[in-house]
């Protein structure tokens, strides 16, 4: 690395000190056999330093992520289900991917090189160049899938509050430049904070949902006479599409595991990761669960909407609404960034621009930020279903099943009954990714058919309002 002066120094991770390592590892050729202390070592003269988040602040960008607008559309699923199996389902998931993302966790400590699930994709499939291709497609296109799904409650939320002033398309727009400028900054260190803003106010927004459901004298668009339905098992003749959407819908909100290689990859010391992982973990699994019971029961079968906020009357839905705008924004910008960082450490794999203040640097970058934006904007007015695809991201226990078992190769996974059972329990999570890439596809051409027939779907380009 030129004028680094770390030609022989690296630094131990283990002891935390200087040592001596081989020179090789210090010239200036990919760092994908460097130890995290030695990645460390290295960007301690950059301008910009990526491995600098402490285990507090990955906690932070892990509650931004996971404390989001998706949790107020539990109460939905819990009216398909009915109320006995969406506890039980919420709980489930939330163990299994705790654990899968324990196994993640294990396998980007283990092999620092990794920065992206693209990186683990390509290594779980043998070093295939086809299998980081189409990794990479399937990461982008989930980031920019999200990031269009913020920029439409974003144009939703505007609707709401101001009666449908303005066009749609303008409400849209509004929402991808703010997000677009708080997307800027370089570093996961320095989102954290606005992680950390965005959550609490998630949390406040989630937490005047419960409480305005449970105080309205009735839910919105409430009919004489016809008093909220809550059911304790789904309600006879729900069926496969609609029961499957459910599980999907909440399946996908915990199946945020495609940024942690990204989070970790930006640790200072990846193996506090568990730390972030089991306090965000608990919260969510808590969350979510008394969310969608509380606000069910309050609302019921046939009042019930997603998000939640649109079963509150409507003073109470814009000042519960209001509360979740930091996520809207954030959460969107936090896609956007870790999309646009992966293109942007492609582009510049070497350069000194990936870790400096340049002019060229800072171009690139921000017309990277800017292009997913623009792609947002288009795929939330081009395709209007496109929600209903993202769930098929939660087949993503089959990735996180391979990497246990790479991590215990040949006759080690066997190694005893608990490692035994571990293994058995994989091999079933491989089962089950399948089968949710399966159902899920099927699941979900179903619910963008149904929708079409039911005219649920808005036009492309259309400024109808979508207000709540």
């Keep these: ?40 070592a290295r960007e301690s003269e950059h301008e910009i330093k990526y491995r600098t988040c402490s285990w507090q602040k990955t906690a932070a960008l892990l509650f931004s992520e996971y404390i989001c607008l998706a949790m107020v559309s539990f109460p939905w699923s819990f009216s398909v289900l009915g109320m006995v199996p969406g506890v039980i389902v919420t709980v489930a998931v939330a163990a299994t991917c705790l654990y899968t993302s324990l196994i993640l966790g294990r396998f980007c400590i283990k092999h620092p ?35 269009a799904l913020h920029v439409i409650t974003g144009a939703k939320y505007l609707n709401t509050v101001s009666n449908s002033a303005e066009c749609s398309l303008t409400f849209g727009a509004i929402t991808a ?20 803003f965005s ?47 459910a599980f999907l819908n909440i399946t996908y909100t915990f199946v945020g595991q495609v940024m ?42 046939q009042y019930v909407t997603a998000p939640a906020f649109g079963s509150l009357t409507q003073t109470y839905k814009i000042i519960a609404f209001s509360f979740a705008v930091p996520t809207i924004i954030f959460l969107g910008a936090l896609y956007s960034n870790v999309a646009a960082r992966f293109v942007f450490f492609r582009l510049f794999r070497e350069s000194h621009h990936r870790h400096s203040n ?62 035994s059972a571990e293994t058995l329990v994989n091999y079933f999570f491989i089962l089950l990714g399948a089968y949710i890439t399966v159902a899920g596809t099927y699941t ?20 109808a309002s979508n207000a709540l």
């Design 260 to 301: 942690i290689p990204t989070f970790i990859a930006e640790m200072e010391n990846p193996k506090d990761f568990p730390k972030a992982l089991w306090a965000v973990t608990i919260a969510e699994a808590v969350i979510y669960t008394i969310c969608g019971a509380v606000v069910y029961h309050f609302v019921g079968n």
């Design 358 to 419: 340049t002019i060229v640097g800072w171009a690139v970058w921000v017309a990277l930020v800017a292009a997913t934006w623009v792609l947002a904007w288009i795929i939330g007015e081009v395709i209007p279903f496109f929600s209903d695809m993202l769930s098929l991201m939660s087949s993503l226990f089959i990735f996180w099943a391979m990497a246990y078992l790479t991590l215990y190769p040949g006759k080690s996974k066997w190694d005893g009954p608990w490692r």
């Design 199 to 245: 959550a609490i106010t998630m949390g406040i927004a989630v937490l005047l949902t419960i409480i305005f459901s449970g105080v309205q004298s009735h839910p919105f668009g409430y009919v004489a006479g016809q008093e909220p339905l809550v059911t304790r098992i789904p309600i006879p003749g729900t069926s496969y599409v609609a029961g499957m959407s």
């Design 113 to 147: 090189e990794m920065r992206d699930v693209c990186d683990i994709g390509q290594y779980l499939f043998g070093g295939s160049q086809l299998a980081y291709n189409l990794t990479a497609l399937m990461f982008i296109l989930n980031n920019i899938f999200v990031q």
């Design 177 to 196: 430049i703010i997000c677009f400028i708080v997307s800027l900054p370089r570093t996961l260190n320095q989102m954290s904070g606005l992680g950390t």
């Design 1 to 40: 690395m030129p004028g680094s002066g770390l030609k022989d120094v690296g630094f131990d991770a283990e002891n935390n000190d200087l040592k001596r390592i081989p020179s090789v590892l210090s010239s200036d050729s990919s760092a994908k056999s460097l130890s995290v202390g030695v990645q460390i």
């Design 444 to 463: 979900s051409v179903e619910s963008i058919i149904q929708s079409y027939q039911a005219r649920a779907v808005a036009g492309v380009f259309t400024c």
